[in-house]
């Protein structure tokens, strides 16, 4: 996108409101006090509250002479001169930018401290290089890939895995192991519980088997038939 020319300079409030600085509705406010009060527009907007003496300052005496040519700066630099970040905002969002592997607007916007409006707005007519670049820095994005090839590796093994499974049960052969197989350990079960009877001892989870039912008392059942009981 080519800057302006010098000759087709738009107005301070249309400027503001491109950069999402301010709405539509706040510039329609502006212009109607400037007209019943006679401010300038840019008075009215620090009077609202909307912006600092700062940054309108920075548009009227800086702005179109930083668009007309080349600027090497980094991005926070400009947004700085514009009393749009802080140094301390500018700290967090550098400190945030090697957590996240993001490039500096696009941090300053996630962390809620700029408009995606506002970065594009500058980035277009003072950093027009960066303009196609990914908002994710190289480092991110040749990692991001790396991520994205390792998962597909492993979708590729799994309908192996599953084939290999699917093709041993539908096997006769497999089937009758495995018929096989449990005959022999219900053979064996058997043989256990065999062996346990033979030598008098019970199984060691025998006591699963008796319940409180069956814990009588022989004398309260002769009291109860009332001894009518043969011997």
């Given amino acids: 996108m080519s800057p302006p020319q010098p000759s087709g300079r738009k107005r301070l409030g249309l400027v503001l409101q491109e950069a999402g600085l301010i709405t539509p509705a706040q510039l329609e406010v502006a212009v109607n006090n400037q007209q019943h009060f006679d401010y300038l527009i ?9 912006l600092t003496k700062d940054s309108i ?5 800086q702005w179109f002479d930083l668009i007309y040519r080349s600027n090497p700066m980094p991005l926070g630099h400009y947004l700085q001169m514009a009393d749009l970040l802080n140094q301390c905002q500018i700290d967090q969002i550098l400190q945030e930018q090697k957590v996240l592997g993001l ?3 696009a941090t300053a916007v996630l962390l809620g401290l700029l408009k995606q409006e506002t970065v594009d707005y500058f980035i277009a007519h003072l950093k027009g290089d960066m ?9 991110e994005l040749a990692k991001g890939c790396a991520d994205r090839v390792r998962p597909i590796k492993t979708t ?7 084939k290999h499974r699917r093709s041993a049960s539908g096997n006769p052969k497999g089937r009758e192991e495995k018929k096989h197989r449990r005959v022999r350990t219900a053979k064996q079960k058997s043989a256990t519980a065999s062996s346990a009877e033979v030598s008098g001892s019970l199984p060691e989870n025998f006591d699963i088997f008796i319940n409180d039912e069956e814990n009588f008392d022989l004398a309260n059942v002769l009291e109860m038939d009332d001894g009518n009981v043969s011997l």
């Fill in 42 to 50: 840019g008075e009215v907007i620090v009077l609202h509250g909307w």
């Fill in 103 to 105: 490039r500096f607007g």
């Fill in 57 to 61: 300052e920075f548009f009227v005496n």
């Fill in 156 to 162: 590729r093994a799994e309908p192996k895995r599953q």
């Fill in 131 to 139: 303009a196609s670049q990914s908002a994710f820095s190289a480092h």
